[in-house]
Structures are given as structure tokens and as C-alpha cells.
DNA sequence: TTCGCAGATGCAACTCGATTGCATCTGCGA
DNA sequence: TCGCAGATGCAATCGAGTTGCATCTGCGAA
């Protein structure tokens, strides 16, 4: 979990999984693993600077570093998809995210481990994640 | 929880919580107080009877349901939003799903209560809900 | 170093779940 | 039984995300 997150290496992780290292997804990695929390589309065309990258090459970029394993989706109560580092975030097969219900942000909970529960007869689960939602620091001090 | 569902006492918790009780409202929520997994407007309009309810009607009324505190909404995968009786799958602050990957069914997880984790300073969490994602029994079955 | 092409990008059109505006209808308290 | 706030239906719209297709480019091979 770099601070300054290393294009080299980063290219050299999109090589090792049979993925091209372009500008777009150094640019996107970079930008997720520097952010403290879950980044939406329009976070990252915000950030980047609109317009520098085409919306689909977003979108195919992101499903690119899911598919690569690189990058943790996650879809929030107002239905939009939210991207994480899975370096930052600790990519493990179970994941806590805290939902602001005010601002909307999403936040990595990574050292939260939720544990596995017992399942019906029959049901085989693969991959956990735990939802906490309510006020991030920010809405909660500006609550006053 | 009963099994045959009560229109009575559903009028009389709607009007208790200053809602009219209305007939797309308690077909509804007789729907999905049987159903034992949590459904999308699609489902319930097809369950229904297409063309019963306008699409407007559904999301307007799951929505006055979900306010009233009768029903709880849950966004998944695939970005549809589902939706359970709070009563059958006990209206607790936490709350956990099955999702099948598969065939994209969401199952209420009635009797799991996760537990709340540390937050960091100036986080308020409010509800918790756990999702588990896999293979459902009918599709681990179909799947030798 | 250059070359070729599979894979990546951009643009336009499209899908689909969900929402909004407005006219009409109705549950239910007076 | 009457009036009206709240509920419903219809049409138009929104917005996240996807698809088809033409063009471009990273990068392995020559």
C-alpha cells in the first residue's frame, strides 16, 4: 500500500495478468489506490479531469482491473458501482465498506474480517461483504 | 410471520403509520411477507399479474412501504433494487442476504445477526447488513 | 528498431431500472 | 355521503451502464 503509488510496478502487475499497461489504467490505478475511499465513475472522470478519458473507456477500463483482480467493485444504495485499490482495500474474500447516508460516500473498512455465517442446506457462498451505514466523521461534526 | 397473511392486520399497520390502505399496497405486502426470498419490481409485477399495477404504482408504492418501516429495500449485483417484509425477515438494525451469483436470486438470512464492528473515531454506524455471495441450493444441484 | 495485430479507445446509439409532472381517481375521516 | 389529501395511471424523462463499429496503440516478434 505504496503512499506514492508506483507506475512501474502497477504496469508490471497489468503484465503478470495479461492486461496492457495504457495510460488510462495507470492514470485510474493510481487514482484509486491514493483515495481513502470507494470512487464512483464520476469521482474519477471528476478527478482526472472530465473529458480526458471517454465514459465507456471508463467503464471498460474498471471492468478490466476487476477482471484482473486489481480493483474491488461494489454497488451502493443510490444503485452506482464504487471502486476500490484491492491493495489498499486488502483483497480478501470478505470486505466491510461504511456508507454515509448523507454525503453518499463510501469508505473501506479494511481491517474489519466479517466472519463467514452458517448457510441453509445446500447454499455455498464464496465471497462476504458487511455494509455499515450511517454518518461519516465529516456529516457527523457538521451535524451540530 | 404467519403464513397466510393477514390483510387486516397489514391495513391496520399501514394506517397506523398514516398510510391509506390500498389495494396495490396490501397485494403487495401479502406477496412479499409469503415470498421467501426478497423480490424486484419485476418479480412483482409478474407475479401479480402484468398490467395489474402500473410500473409507477409498484416503485411508488415499495417505496411508501419501505418509509412506513413495513419493508426493507436492498440493492444487488446486478443494480435492481429488492425488496422483503421487515416482519418475515425481522426488522433488526442488521440485517444479512444471499445473493446467487447464478441465477441472481437474493435470499433473506433471517436468523444471522452480524455483529457491529469497531468503527473509526467520528464514524456513527447505524444499520449493518451482510452480504454472502455463492451458489443457491438449486443451483449447486444443477451444477454436476 | 520497426512492424503487425490483438487488444484498447472514442463516438454514437441504445438498454433498462427508476423517477417526475400532471391529470384523474379514491380511501377514509368528518 | 361528501370533500380532499393522498394514491394511481400515463407519458416523458433521467442516468448509470452497455454495445457496435471504426480507429488507434502497446508490446512481442522479427
Redesign the interface.
Same mark, same amino acid.
Given at each position: 500500500m505504496p503512499l506514492q503509488p508506483d507506475p512501474r510496478s502497477s504496469a508490471a502487475a497489468l503484465r503478470a495478468r495479461g492486461a496492457r499497461a495504457t495510460p488510462a489504467r495507470l492514470r485510474i490505478l493510481a487514482l484509486l489506490e491514493a483515495a481513502d475511499r470507494a470512487l464512483s465513475r464520476h469521482d474519477i472522470e471528476t478527478a482526472l479531469g472530465p473529458g480526458l478519458f471517454d465514459r465507456v473507456t471508463l467503464y471498460r477500463t474498471l471492468d478490466r482491473l476487476v477482471e484482473a483482480g486489481l480493483v474491488l467493485r461494489s454497488?451502493? =444504495?443510490r444503485?452506482v458501482?464504487r471502486f476500490s485499490a484491492a491493495a489498499a482495500a486488502g483483497a480478501h474474500e470478505s470486505h *466491510?465498506h !461504511?456508507r454515509c =447516508?448523507r454525503c453518499g460516500r463510501v !469508505?473501506c473498512?479494511a481491517d474489519?474480517r466479517? *466472519?463467514?455465517?452458517?448457510?441453509? *442446506? +445446500? !447454499?455455498? +457462498?464464496?465471497?462476504?461483504?458487511?455494509?455499515?451505514? +450511517?454518518?461519516?466523521?465529516a456529516c457527523? =461534526?457538521s451535524d451540530s
Open positions: 454497488v451502493d =444504495e444503485r458501482s *466491510a !461504511f =447516508e !469508505f473498512l474489519v466479517p *466472519a463467514r455465517p452458517r448457510l441453509p *442446506a +445446500g !447454499f455455498r +457462498g464464496v465471497r462476504i461483504d458487511l455494509n455499515v451505514r +450511517g454518518l461519516c466523521r457527523t =461534526e
